[in-house]
């Protein structure tokens, strides 16, 4: 009876092993290696009719050099990118990584010039995240010019679709350069729809209801989502509110990308890395032509 007992345990001992060595490899080489696509349409409001069914590609946090995320895969991200047919493209900042375990530094010059690969008719538009101002935020912005990447800080780029025009308003970092919001939005001198383009989500608070829609990355989803617990860690002063995708508070609407990269830790455990495509509707539906 004893020897029954034993036996139990040690097997109950033993699948409990194989379930954790399965688990540490799905969270640290299988799920980090992924690139998946995360397809959304939302809805958002002052959106012009003209711009029904746009479609915006979000890549964000994608660490180059970090495990996981070498100038190979950077490549593909580029290629799948390409193969969903955006409108626009948004690059949300920490395009490096620095000093994170079993990488290895990339020069941003090297990722401009897979970069420069992205196509989308209204062009590729992105601000800088903290890590790219820690390494040389100047240097990672020139690079990306001369690779024909439009980069704003606390600036406005028009775009202009179908007769009618729409602003991306891009932050300057939070962390590091400071996000002035209003002086931004300022240098918009119509009333057409605008989209906040930041690294970190934090600023949502404090963005007016005239903006359409904001977009964030830098939380990476928190790279692990475990059951019931939720997100253990999330870089974000707000913790898990505004961890990860759509969220509409008081008729203001933000969307947080998990980005394809992973920082400090590399793992990734029930929030893989991703593109996401936005298709944006208007939620004045009654302005829009019958086909």
Known sequence: MALRKLNKKLIALLAITLVGIVLAAWAFLIEPAMITVSRHTITIPRWHAAHQNLKIAILTDLHVGAPHIKVEKLKRVVERTNAEAPDAIVILGDLVIQDVVGGKFVEPEVIADELRNLRAPLGTIAVLGNHDWWLDGGRVTRTLREARITVLENDVHQ????????????????????????????????????????????????????VSLTLAGHTHGGQVNLPLLGRPVVPSKFGQRYATGHVVENGRHLYVANGVGTSIIPVRFRVPPEIVILTLQTENTSDLVPR
């Open 159 to 210: 775009v202009e679709r179908n007769g009618q025009t729409f602003w991306f308003a891009g932050l300057g970092d939070l962390w590091t350069r400071g996000a002035d919001i209003k002086e931004t939005l300022g240098k918009i001198k119509t009333d057409d729809p605008a989209i906040i383009l930041t690294h970190n989500p934090d600023v949502f608070p404090d963005v007016p209801s005239r």
